[in-house]
């Protein structure tokens, strides 16, 4: 599936980090308020983003239409998605959160349609509805060790930020997205994306609030710089290099990762129909992204 050495390390990279952002995330949900620590993420990533894009010549002068351009990508991006994804970890274990992420196929598909008019075959509806009963069960073994009205809740901040995820990558298929250096429309993105995250977190939470601990400040940089920086050009490069359907079969991994670390370190209980779920979903994604990728 993924052959070659200038293939397989940025996959194997991308999948590993991602895996393990959602239960660093669990961690930064603390003292400090969500919205403050998605800031933080960005400006982070934002300032070496645009480090890199000096490093490596990229303009970052893109004019005022690309400005409004990366500032709503940034607002869908790393404003309403990632608040969306914190406050869904504060209701359900971070491995089930990764699992209804790795179903961000699905809308793509769907607004790629209406927007695009992209085909969208039987196939890929059955694999979708296959993966979507999947998730179902996974969410119903957390309500039966929760309390239903926080898994709810909980569902609903995921498919939210599911669906604004989907909302900046399809926009990335606009003429303009094209017609711009990505990485030069990343680092505005999330600067931009910080400046609202703290604009939001401000008129919510209050001031600033930061914690000192080793392990948040840990967190920050991980998932500012790997899990932002590292990862996005590699993405980038990995889907020039097979293409976007062979790409996303990180996706399929990822979740699996997740919810390995988090049977280890949320201490997450594995019954016959979280098994069931877990399993419905993947071969779902499978049989979604195979048929994607035809």
């Known amino acids: 599936m993924i052959e070659g050495k200038g293939v397989a390390l940025p996959f194997i990279l991308v999948t590993l980090i991602?895996?393990?952002t959602w239960i660093v995330i669990r961690d930064q949900l603390g003292s400090v308020p969500a919205s403050w620590s998605v800031c933080y993420r960005f400006l982070l990533a934002g300032v070496a983003m645009a480090i890199f894009a000096r490093a490596r010549r990229v303009p970052l002068n893109i004019g005022g239409r690309g400005l409004v351009f990366a500032g709503l990508l940034g607002t869908a991006q790393f404003v309403m998605?990632?608040?969306f994804v914190y406050r869904a970890e504060h209701f359900l274990t971070?491995?089930?959160?990764?699992?209804?992420?790795?179903?961000?196929?699905?809308?793509?598909?769907?607004?790629?349609?209406l927007f695009f008019r992209q085909p969208v075959s039987r196939a890929f509806v059955a694999g979708s509805v296959v993966a979507v009963a999947g998730i179902a069960l996974m969410l119903a073994h957390e309500a039966a060790s929760l309390r239903s009205d926080r898994?709810?809740?909980?569902?609903?901040?995921?498919v939210a930020g599911l669906m604004s995820a989907s909302v900046a990558n399809v926009m990335q298929g606009m003429q303009i997205a094209r017609r711009l250096p990505m990485v030069a429309v990343l680092a505005w993105a999330m600067l931009i994306g910080a400046a609202v995250d703290a604009l939001f977190a401000w008129v919510t939470v209050g001031p600033p609030v930061i914690e000192t601990r080793p392990s948040y400040l840990a967190?920050?940089?991980?998932?500012?710089?790997?899990?932002s920086v590292v990862t996005f050009p590699l993405y980038f490069r990995l889907i020039q290099r097979v293409g976007a359907g062979r790409?996303?079969?990180?996706?399929?991994?990822i979740p699996v990762i997740a919810m390995l670390i988090s049977t280890l370190a949320e201490g997450y209980r594995w019954t016959g129909l979280a098994g069931a779920g877990a399993l419905l979903a993947i071969a779902g994604m499978v049989v979604a992204l195979r048929t994607k990728q035809a």
């Not at 971070?94 to 349609?113: H, K, Q, R, T």
């Not at 790409?247 to 991994?253: G, H, K, N, Q």
């Open 18 to 20: 991602w895996s393990s």
């Open 81 to 83: 998605n990632f608040n």
């Open 94 to 113: 971070s491995g089930v959160v990764a699992v209804v992420y790795a179903m961000l196929l699905i809308p793509n598909s769907i607004l790629a349609f």
């Open 151 to 158: 898994v709810l809740l909980g569902a609903a901040f995921a």
């Open 219 to 227: 967190g920050i940089a991980w998932l500012g710089l790997a899990g």
């Open 247 to 253: 790409a996303a079969y990180t996706s399929v991994l």
